[in-house]
């Protein structure tokens, strides 16, 4: 059984901002990064397809950034640092 077939996503090495890209596809509360740096920045790991502020909240421990929940959707800003 494959990852996708498990409502998750596989991911080796991939930029934050393609994987960003790929879970908004299947959330209606989409996730908007407000620094490039982070964008680009790798991650490994399986996440949920449908869990969009868990993949946030990974984000926000993984690289010091902090995340809000608005109208707009779920923003990340990437800390100084």
């Known amino acids: ?3 996708w077939s498990r409502g998750l996503l596989e991911c080796r090495s991939r930029a934050v901002a393609e ?3 790929e879970l908004n596809r299947y ?3 989409k996730i ?5 740096r982070l964008g680009e920045k790798t991650i490994s790991g399986l996440f949920s397809l449908y869990d969009a502020e868990g993949f946030a909240r990974i984000l926000s421990s993984l690289f010091a950034a ?3 929940t608005t109208a707009r959707g779920i923003e990340i800003f990437q800390n100084a640092g």
Do not use: G, K, L, P
């Open 27 to 29: 959330n209606r509360r």
């Open 32 to 36: 908007i990064i407000h620094s490039r």
């Open 66 to 68: 902090d995340f809000v």
């Open 19 to 21: 994987v960003v890209q």
């Open 1 to 3: 059984m494959t990852a």
